[in-house]
């Protein structure tokens, strides 16, 4: 019984403690062509993005609905903007922080670029999360039409360019 009993503790606090062992965005970018837009959703552990957000501006937010300030947004979008970034032969794409929301220990940040010119390729720079975790992974994930290129970036490796040419 108390080996069950043990086992039981140690499960729950190594589960239950919230916290995980690696450190990992998966961010989606779908182009659009028949639209001319690009679709970005990215996705970070509610509790990383909270404590780099506070890290980095000397905040106390707290990335819950109910307990959330207005200024927040101010502050995400902000954090984004100086982590991430596209851009073409034409240069870099202007794209519109449209919000975030919250799903199980996730927070899902939305962003969209209007009125895309035809390109070769995209250059991704994504250091979300590196300034605070040496080992964090972002994920990318492209598509447009049948086209689909999946890689990933980290530190020593912040931007990477995905060949792609709209006929």
Known sequence: MKLIALMFWL???ILGSGAHEFYLSVTDITYIEEEKTIQIISRVFIDDFENVINT???????????LEVEEIDDYVEKYIRDKF??????????YKYLGRKYE??????????E??????YLTVKNSILTDLFEDQK???HFKSGDFK?????????LERQINYSID
């Open 138 to 140: 972002n994920m990318i």
């Open 56 to 66: 980095r501006y000397q905040k106390d937010f707290k990335l819950i609905p109910r």
């Open 11 to 13: 499960s729950f606090s």
């Open 115 to 120: 009125e895309v010119r035809n390109f070769d």
């Open 85 to 94: 970034s596209l851009e073409t032969g034409d240069g870099l794409l202007k």
């Open 104 to 113: 199980d220990d996730m927070v899902y940040l939305f962003l969209e670029i």
């Open 149 to 157: 290129k999946s890689f990933i970036l980290e530190k020593g490796q």
